[in-house]
């Protein structure tokens, strides 16, 4: 029989200590999992190591023996078998570009960062193809999870999605646990597009909340949306029926109908008569529907794919467009099948 080490989990480190880096390495730790927390903030690691919890994002949500906090990047990569990067989407180029030289043979890569990249519309799959190249596994984690829940360990249900099936396989196992359900797909692509469009859509039924619209509103744009990811995710590669799935569907119905999406906060602001930035520094975190209404609109563009309620979003937020103007637009436009 192995002895106790042999059998022991490999470490996992993730990089990133926001409220959902955090959440992920205090579930992956609560499993049995070894865990590394690494993040820029060196002054915010130390309290959080003396603290044991990270109070700012997730106070009730109390560290495992298992969660180390590491403020050294090296160490943090060198000491573990797999890196999980939990930044912005803004950050995740620059994260693995620091990360790619420090890899060694067998390391493997996953993320839980959501959104195509500004400049290029590309997914974070084909960023980290271009840094780390073809031959490090890759893997990423979306579904309808807010960070505090999964902190708490409320029951959860995610994807993990990867071309790499022992991969995937090997990360829900070391997620999943009494509380929490990670499920497994091959299909990167849908998974990925899934999470970096329902931010859009979830601003404009905040928006369309904060208006007064009502529930029948609300409803119409979470399955019109709905259409709109699909289609979008068909056009760049992905699975028709990846989209009925936690990654798109789960994911977006959580983001549209619950406050404690940032996104949907984000739209109520801005039917209040918030500008996108006082809407963005009342809220105080990163709001990736933002940046994403600007990149949903350039790819889709690029596809040829219509998304009316995603590009009224994004007339509203870059274009100054009127809120009651919007709705005229989507309601006025030609009659056809569904």
Known sequence: MPDEAAAAPAPIA????????????IQFARAGRPTLLWGRDRAGLELLAAERCNRRYLPDAPFPERLVVEPDFERAVAGALDILIAVPSHA??????????????????????????????????QVAREVLGPAVPIAVLSGPTFAREVGRGLPTAMTVASPDERFAAALAHSLSGHHFRAYT??????VEVGGAVKNVLAIGTGIADGMGFGANTRIALVTRGLAEMTRLGVALGARAETFMGLAALGDLVLTCTDDQSRNRRFGLAIAAGRTPAEAQREIGQVVEGVQAARAVHAVAARAGVEMPIAE?????????????????????RELKRE
């Open 14 to 25: 993730v990089l990133g200590a926001g409220s959902w880096g955090t959440a992920l390495a």
């Open 312 to 332: 009224q979003v994004y007339r509203v937020l870059y274009e100054n467009g009127d809120v009651q103007g919007a709705v005229r637009t989507l309601m006025g």
């Open 92 to 125: 995740f180029r620059e994260t693995l570009a620091r990360l790619a030289p420090r890899l060694r043979g067998g390391q493997r890569v996953a993320w839980a960062t959501k959104g195509f990249e500004q400049d290029t519309g590309l997914l974070p799959h």
């Open 185 to 190: 797909s091959p299909d990167i692509v849908g």
